[in-house]
């Protein structure tokens, strides 16, 4: 597993040693800075790490200041990013279990060091339960703001302050069922019909085997939007027919 960490002047005694905890573990990571105790601006840091993350350079990320509240809300403003700040094993735990969080937050005045660096084993451990929560983390996604990514077509992103957005999941208008087109990204798959669009979980991020969340036929026509209601196995075919070099596992919930 690759890791992304970074941190302002606050957090700068705890993140070394959080990347020793990753160097005895065997994680690889990158330090984003900041290495001295001089103040920095932690939304830059924080922003740069969650931007790594998303463009799947890194299978996860840690920001660290004196709260992490501001670094959390940083981080979050990235799209495909969910960023958990979190205090206790507790926290860590359901972070990744029921909301597959792929950046902790870790407040370095809030909590000791020997704390901070059992969350870290624990939310690195601890994988995503899937299931009903695939729709809910899919909602989250889609309420935030885009990053670039290289040679990757924005088409359904989120387009910059001041122009018209795209419709939100499901739309107001019925989509053209012949023309669709299909978004990979490091955390989801994104079925597109015009500006109409589902998005399926994906976890562990686009390695080989992925697992693939598609929703019960039930669970298809009471939680997706109108314009695909009856439309399972021809939109599933679909993805399919476009992922087979991915090596996927298709798991119902």
Known sequence: MRIAIGGDHRGVSLKENIKKVL??????????????????????????????????????????????????????????????????????????????ANMLSLGARMISTEVALEIVKV?????????????????????????????????????PDGEKPDIPKGGSKKASSDKYDLLITFRYIKYMEGKDFIEFQVDPGLKRPSVVYIPSQERWNSELPGWSKNRRDEIIDRVKSKCAHMNCEWREY
């Open 23 to 100: 160097t005895e573990a065997g994680y690889s990571y990158e330090d984003f800075g900041s290495c001295t105790t001089e103040p920095v601006d932690y939304p830059d840091i924080a922003k740069k790490v969650a931007e790594a993350v998303a463009r799947g350079e890194y299978d996860r990320g840690i920001v660290l200041g004196g709260s992490g509240n501001g670094e959390a809300m940083a981080a979050n403003k990235v799209k495909g990013i969910r960023c958990a700040l979190c205090w206790n094993i507790e926290s860590a735990l359901l972070s990744r279990q029921h909301n597959d």
């Open 123 to 159: 939310w690195l451990d601890t994988g995503f339960d899937g299931g009903r929560h695939t729709t809910r983390i899919n909602q989250i996604d889609q309420k935030q703001t885009s990053v670039d990514h290289p040679g990757r077509s924005k088409k359904g992103e989120t387009p």
